[in-house]
């Protein structure tokens, strides 16, 4: 089944190292109407917390928050998880937070946003997984992989750094591996 | 290969823990439990619900799994820019004499950050805290001052970021090849092993009342409730610090004046001059 044939409840993109500016080029070229909620869960600095959401809102077209915890998903914002925190993806469309300890050496742990959407939306979940130096992220995405969610996994090959890619690629067979340009052509085909 | 619990699952260990003291874990939300049980289990080496239940009749293995379950503050200083709030804003607000209620302890950090303060400014005497938690053996950890070793180095950056003074390692003592917190900084500390939120001194009231990243835990129902009870001991004027990211209950936003939304420091109305201890 095609991309913009299947229904989803809330698409999640993580990354690493180099994903801000891929994840600002997605966000800057998105359809202003993108109909689903977006949860971002990039890793950062955990003593910064101001910069990358406003940096991010600069250019993009669909509003970009940090939320709070147990606040609602919306559709066409872009929720970006907190630095420091866990970010969970909850079965009432909500977020929550957690300060659990660091998985993977991260906090927000990429593979728990996914794994936690995976279990909550099931096949309605779309995973993108961006370029990257460690392997958080790639377990998560094979969770959305078995629950028959989609998955979307960046051409290695257009990564600053692969090795996050290449750890997802090594665990499940994506529906898709694209270059930066592709998926915002994939996320806008989902536009009605 | 752990156990894997469902939902039936969680509702059964919540309802068989909660029939003993301080053991009542079913506000926590659904999500949290999976991970957290998932995690206490594999602690504690349960294979077997049948087997778990079993040993919850014994008062030191409750005691394990209360301490387990807390989810530890991981660094001291967490939020450089809420301690900064605290020393520049908070300390002369409270001064001369306060009393001050940490509603739930899962490790030392945070209480060792505010003493830290209050040792540098010299008001480690004009203060009596509250320290509670519902495992007992966490609970002495904290007043003998035990820190996670491996966390020294972040703890370190963060007091660094508060861009004062540089003498962390006056607050620390060497015991066993261990370091731990001075525990002559921890005079004025009283523990209590109850659960969190849960202040059976019914008229006991706080001028300023720590509650940081542990209600977020609850599920929306109990999250307010916690609130709302805690805030019931919160003197008129007193200050309220939740996590950064944790918003106030719609059904209290009424009852708090923000102080600082960033930091999420909150007071309670009800004072008519700005210094809180001439209404004391």
Known sequence: MKLSDRKFKVVVIGGSAGSFSVVSKILSQLDPGFPLPLVLCLHRLKHVRSGLVEGLNMKSKIPVVEPYDKEKLRAGVAMLAPSNYHLFVEFDSTISLSTEDVHNHSRPSIDYAYSSAAYSFRDKTLGIILTGANKDGARGMKSICDKKGYTIVQEPASCDVDAMPQAALRLFEPDQILNPDEIVKALNSLVV | ?280
């Open chain 2, 1 to 280: 290969m752990g156990v894997t619990l469902g939902i039936n699952d969680i509702k059964a260990v919540t309802s068989e823990m909660a029939r003993y003291k301080n053991m009542d874990y079913t506000g926590l939300s659904f999500s949290f439990l999976k991970r957290r049980l998932a995690y206490v289990f594999e602690k504690l080496k349960i294979r077997k619900l049948a087997g778990f239940f079993e040993r919850l009749k014994e008062e030191e293995f409750r005691d394990e799994v209360k301490y387990h379950m807390a989810v530890k503050v991981t660094e001291m200083f967490r939020d450089p820019g809420f301690w900064r709030y605290v020393r520049q804003h908070l300390l002369t607000e409270l001064e001369p004499k306060f009393k001050v209620w940490f509603p739930d302890t899962p490790s030392g950090e945070e209480l060792y950050s505010f003493l830290i303060l209050l040792e540098e400014n010299n008001m480690i005497d004009c203060v009596e805290i509250v320290c509670q938690h519902s495992s007992e053996k966490l609970c002495e950890e904290i007043a003998q001052g035990v820190l996670e070793a491996k966390n020294t180095e972040l703890n370190y950056s963060n007091y660094k970021r508060l861009e004062e003074s540089d003498c962390y390692d006056n607050y620390f003592v060497e015991k066993n090849g261990q370091m731990r917190f001075d525990k002559r900084l921890l005079r004025n500390c009283i523990f209590r092993v109850a659960e969190p939120g849960i202040n059976k001194h019914e008229d006991e009231i706080f001028d300023f009342i720590i509650f940081r990243n542990s209600g977020i835990n609850y599920s929306y129902s109990k999250h307010e409730a916690l609130h709302s009870t805690i805030l019931n001991h919160l003197r008129p004027g007193g200050f309220y610090a939740i996590g950064v990211k944790e918003a106030v209950p719609d059904n209290l936003k009424k009852a708090l004046v923000v102080v600082d939304q960033k930091e999420s420091i909150y007071r309670k109305p009800g004072v008519k001059s700005e210094r809180l201890h001439e209404t004391i």
